[in-house]
């Protein structure tokens, strides 16, 4: 026990420094939510308020270790020190509990942890702007300040709790409850959501699920859903282009056209669709798609000719002509 105490303040006065409120530091009075999702272990920080670019401020993760919300008067400081210490073995509330002890400003705060195992911390600052709340439950916390109305937190749990679908869809539920309360007592401007794994990968660019930005938008939640929405669009098709790559072309077909249901008015996502097909040799089906985007852009038939140099188009010289001359 004395060994592992010397390590945690080893560990604590190697990542710590004093810590002091500014009247400089960001005014993110908002409401956010850390969950994590107990099936795939990914976890999620997501966030909404009437601040320009409120992601870049208060959402931080790390795959294999946590995420953490900070806001209120913002220290960013609690975002990488907080992943820092639940990285070398500290609970959530151990690392928040260490970081509180060193900030000055601790009673203008509000911060979430939640780590890889679904254990949260919370603190809301005494000083935080009414109305200020959390809640923690089952693999995540929620947390409001400056709100219209005391029933926001209460809102986002019980709309978190009840929610079905992925881990991103259930946070995206929770966002919207806090709107249905009124949300911030300022309004809206900026959302985020940011998704990691909950191991990780040895590979950084894999272990980012999710990463979206609202900057500024009269609604952010609508447009953060849009983004959402649209993510997993380009997800179908980024396996489809790996299908393809692998010569999997039924594979491709199948996850080309799961980006459409999503995303149906996008032509990028048709072409490729339709390049597919002229792979399967299924000519009577990618004909008329093709014609209907080269009407629209007429680069894509210009692109297409392309594509036979590069090997992802494999038709003969017959066929590209009959390509061209649609």
């Not at 004395?2 to 560990?11: G, N, T, Y």
């Not at 919300?69 to 073995?89: C, D, H, I, R, W």
């Not at 019980?158 to 929770?174: I, T, W, Y």
């Not at 660019?205 to 959402?228: K, S």
């Amino acid at each position: 026990m004395k060994l592992v105490s010397f390590l945690c303040i080893f560990i604590i006065s190697q990542t710590i420094t004093a810590q002091f409120y500014k009247k400089a530091e960001p005014f993110t009075h908002t409401y956010s939510i850390v969950a994590r999702d107990s099936v795939s272990g990914d976890m999620a920080v997501a966030v909404q308020s009437h601040w320009f670019s409120v992601g870049s401020v208060v959402t931080y993760g790390k795959a294999g270790v946590g995420v953490v919300a900070t806001q209120s008067f913002v220290n960013p400081s609690y975002g990488p020190k907080g992943l820092t210490l639940m990285e070398q073995g500290l609970s959530p509330d151990q690392a928040l509990n260490a970081l509180l002890q060193n900030d000055s400003g601790e009673m203008y705060r509000q911060v979430a942890f939640l780590n890889k195992n679904g254990l949260v911390a919370t603190h809301t600052g005494s000083q935080c702007i009414d109305e200020a709340g959390n809640r923690q439950g089952d693999n995540f916390s929620v947390q409001a300040n400056m709100m219209l109305n005391n029933t926001v937190w209460d809102a986002m749990a019980d709309a978190f709790e009840s929610s079905k679908g992925d881990l991103s869809q259930r946070v995206l539920a929770a966002l919207k409850a806090a709107e249905n309360e009124k949300g911030d007592i300022r309004g809206k401007q900026s959302a985020a959501i940011l998704i990691v794994k909950g191991e990780a990968t040895g590979n950084s660019w894999e272990d980012v699920v999710m990463d979206l930005r609202v900057e500024d938008h009269a609604n952010p939640i609508q447009e953060l859903e849009r983004l959402i929405k649209i993510h997993k669009a380009y997800d179908f098709m980024n396996n489809g282009d790996l299908a393809m790559e692998l010569g999997d072309t039924k594979e491709a077909e199948n996850l080309y056209l799961e980006a459409q249901k999503l995303f149906p008015d996008n032509l990028e996502m048709k072409y490729w669709h339709a390049i597919n097909l002229l792979n399967n040799r299924e000519f009577n089906k990618a004909f008329p798609i093709l014609k209907s985007i080269f009407v629209q852009d007429k680069n894509w038939k210009t692109l297409t000719k392309r594509l036979v140099k590069s090997g992802l188009l494999t038709i003969d010289d017959e066929k590209l002509t009959e390509v061209m001359q649609l």
